[in-house]
Every structure is written in C-alpha cells, then in structure tokens.
C-alpha cells in the first residue's frame, strides 16, 4: 500500500484555487527527501508536473507550484481551468523500503 | 524526440508466461535507469523496480521481489519486465518511465514516461 497520503478528491470552481496535500513520515518525506508531482489524465500515462519539490519542466504552466515541509508536501493549482481535471500523484524515495513510493492519488474536479 | 514505446496489449491465462518490453529512443538509453510501475484498474501507482541497461543492475520493490523479473538489453536500447506465472491479481496497467537520478541519494524522479501495456490474465 501507499506510504504517502493524498485527500481522494479535492474541487474547485474555474479560477479558483485548489491545493492537495501529500503527507508522509520521517522515512520519506520527512527525512529530507524531495517530492515530486505527476498528473494523470483517464486513459493515459502519467506525465512529470513538478520535480524537486518546486521546480516545474519546460511547457507546465506556472498556474502550477509545489512546496514542502516537514513530514508533507502540497501542490496548489492557481486559476483552476476545466482542463486541470485529472489525477494527482505524488512522489517521494522511502528509506525504510529502499525504493521510490507514490501517494495514494488525488481526483481534481472542477465545478 | 525522446520517447519510450512499451509492447501492446496482452490477454493470457493463469499460469501463463509473459515478457513486456520498453524501447527508449532519441538519448543515451544506456546512460539513465529505467523504472517500471503498475497501476491496477482504478487504483494508483505503485513502483516495481529499476534498473540501469549498460551493465544491468537491478533493484526491485520489496512487494515485487520475486514476482517479476526486470531486464534490458542494451543493443536494442530495450527493458522488459517478465513473469514466469502469472495470476489473476496480475492485470494491470504497467508503465516504463526514465528516472532522473541526480548524485543526491533518493532525490530521483520519473521525467519521461511510456504509453503503457495493459496486461489482462483471466482463464
């Protein structure tokens, strides 16, 4: 099972924001590890949104920001839009298992 | 261009053998690890394993050690993930992704990703 935390399902208005957590502990996040973000829309692969806790690749919006402390880490979407429906996945290295964890996923509506 | 072009679709029995595979393309495939990752019908994403195709070595999830059998074959810039038996519990979706392994421990990311193999075992 996930080791991370995400709320199932988080929604906003358009133009709203909207922000998922993602809470870990102190073998993970907690212990300094860098978060990042994928978006996942229905039918398709997974795609990097954030790396290395804040940092956004090429072509992502910067509507788009991740931030980290202690043991969780949040992504927030600014100026919700109807095509930031998606999952929301994030992802951390775990020292106690030795290997890379995903959080359980977070639904984006928007209303 | 760089992508990642896994096998298409699959539909074997219980008890079955099965190898996917995953060409990288457009960089050095030798140069970066490639981590596979399942995702069963409307579940999330949970990481199998990793390994680096210019010598091979391998690390696996404890929850997919033993299970499954990742490897590369670097002259044709191809991973692969196998099963010796498969089971019902084994239908999923499974991605190859590129990690970014930067020289800090753990602060590694999936960057490039591949469209995916849906493996379904039912008898």
């Known amino acids: 099972q996930s080791v991370l935390t995400q709320p199932p399902s988080v929604s906003g208005a358009p133009g709203q924001t909207v922000t998922i957590s993602c809470t870990g502990s102190?073998?993970?996040?907690?212990?300094?590890?860098?978060v990042h973000w994928y978006r996942q829309f229905p039918g398709t692969a997974p795609k990097l949104l954030i790396y290395g806790n804040t940092n956004r690749p090429s072509g992502v919006p910067d509507r788009f920001s991740g931030s980290k402390s202690g043991t969780s880490a949040s992504l927030a979407i600014t100026g919700l839009q109807a095509e930031d429906e998606a999952d929301y996945y994030c992802?951390?290295?775990?020292?106690?298992?030795?290997?890379?964890?995903f959080g359980t996923g977070t639904k984006v509506t928007v209303l | 261009e760089l992508q990642l072009v896994q096998s298409g679709a699959e539909v074997k029995k219980p008890g079955e053998s099965l190898k996917i595979s995953c060409k990288g393309s457009g960089y050095s495939f030798t140069s970066y690890w490639i981590g596979w990752v399942r995702q069963m019908p409307g579940k999330g994403l949970e990481w199998m394993g990793i390994?680096?195709?210019?010598?091979?070595?391998?690390r696996y999830s404890p929850s997919f050690q033993g299970q499954v059998t990742i490897s590369a074959d670097r002259s044709i810039n191809t991973a692969y993930v196998q099963w010796r038996s498969l089971k019902a519990s084994d239908t999923a979706m499974y991605y190859c992704?590129?990690?970014?392994?930067?020289?800090?421990?753990?602060?590694?990311?999936?960057?490039?990703w591949g469209q995916g193999t849906l493996v379904t075992v039912s008898s």
């Open positions: 390994i680096y195709p210019d010598h091979s070595d391998t």
């Open positions: 992704a590129r990690l970014i392994k930067p020289p800090s421990p753990g602060d590694h990311w999936f960057d490039s």
């Open positions: 992802q951390s290295y775990d020292s106690s298992l030795s290997g890379y964890v």
């Open positions: 102190s073998s993970n996040i907690g212990a300094g590890y860098d």
